[in-house]
DNA sequence: CAATGGTTTAACCTTTGAGTTAATCCGTGT
DNA sequence: ACACGGATTAACTCAAAGGTTAAACCATTG
């Protein structure tokens, strides 16, 4: 018998990610992903015994490379400052690179919550590090007061809204030019962190 | 013969658009959106006559109702400051009353790209003139510089994200609790102005 | 080499969903 | 009173999409 080099299994998966991530879960079709990877229809089922299963391995496949080996920035021991720089540099690098995971992953978020507090377990994102490192800044008087949440929640936000953005900001504000918005998205690595920054800097 | 009241076709209109915005335009069901009316189904058609037609008429009122209502605010002439404070707060206000609009629109403006230029040349969103004040104002010293479109980035993302994201940053950061992310949202509406203002302001 | 069993396929089944049709309802003008 | 015509409906059509089945394929092993 043939040894299960589930070559085929990752190639599914790999179809499967660019077709839902291109289209959503409603929006995609099975036999579309079967092309995609080349091979039969019943094959996806084979594999993956229905579309919610294919999706729910994709999905969580997705999320799992994605959003953890940013996070784990957060928990590295650099300095605050520093920490946001290499933050934002990394992922809006990485985003660059899949610049259609984020919207993906928030849209299928937004519908159907049930799934997300089992893969939060999974994960494991954890904040508190970092939450701890920004008290401990404020407590020496090195930054002005703020909320550690807010702070985080700034920091996603200036880097996946460009992303999850671009459609309309392209074309509000950089004459639909694809090459300006990209030069846009790397000014914008050392842009925003020192946003960031300027914000909280005590001076 | 009866007159048109309309009352029928805004009635549709309403129904469409809470499911539509709800489930997106291939999750959303024309017997689903029949039902949430109280009609027949074949009342769409004979409406709207398909379903794209009917997406398209609920996408426009959306988009037109919802976005320069809020970048009008951009265009008064009170002062950068006050602008940005009046600006954050009246959009975050806005986004209270309506979480699911911006996801629906950044959604579907990033699968049906087309859409896009068509309505904004309906709508003509234009940022010149904000432009201009960041221009002038770091002409005159009274802020650090920096690129007006960048900044207007930055007030979108902290505004918007925080509803796009609502699902995962409820979970990790609010131990999933809706209240207390209720009560960021609020806190939210000075302390993102604060946070713009303080980066660029010149002390 | 033939039996085994995982892999792959073509063809089929079933359900669902968008759109159509033909008939009915009903307010209005004559 | 009744004919006209827009509004509304029940019942239908048709294509597409998810899923199943039974057979064929082919590498391994006894």
Redesign the interface.
């Known amino acids: 018998m043939k040894i299960n080099d589930s070559t085929t299994e990752s190639n599914i998966m790999e179809a499967a990610k660019r077709i839902f991530v291109l289209?959503?879960?409603?929006?995609a079709r099975m036999q579309e992903i079967a092309d995609e990877a080349g091979i039969n229809k019943a094959l996806l089922h084979y594999y993956f015994r229905s579309k919610d299963k294919l999706f729910e391995a994709v999905f969580i496949d997705a999320f799992v490379k994605f959003v953890p080996t940013i996070l784990i920035t957060l928990n590295s021991n650099s300095p605050l400052f520093r920490k946001i720089e290499v933050f934002v540099d990394h992922y809006i690098d990485v985003l660059s690179k899949n610049p259609?995971i984020p919207?993906f992953?928030?849209?299928e978020?937004?519908?159907n919550?049930e799934r997300?507090?089992k893969i939060?377990r999974t994960v494991g994102?954890n904040?508190d590090l970092f939450v701890e490192q920004v008290k401990a800044e404020i407590e020496a008087g090195s930054i002005?007061p703020?909320?550690p949440?807010?702070l985080?929640?700034?920091m996603?936000?200036?880097c996946?809204?460009?992303f999850?953005?671009?459609?309309?900001?392209k074309?509000?504000?950089?004459k639909?030019n694809e090459e300006e918005y990209h030069e846009?998205l790397n000014?914008?690595k050392i842009?925003?962190a020192q946003?960031?920054i300027?914000?909280?800097k005590k001076?």
Not at 23 to 27: Q, V
Not at 164 to 169: E, F, H, S, W
């Open positions: 289209k959503g879960f409603e929006g259609f919207g992953i928030l849209h978020l937004g519908h919550t997300l507090s939060i994102l904040p002005n703020i909320d949440r807010d985080l929640v700034n996603l936000a200036m996946i809204f460009p999850v953005g671009k459609p309309i900001l074309v509000v504000l950089f639909n846009f000014r914008r842009a925003a946003f960031i300027n914000s909280i001076r």
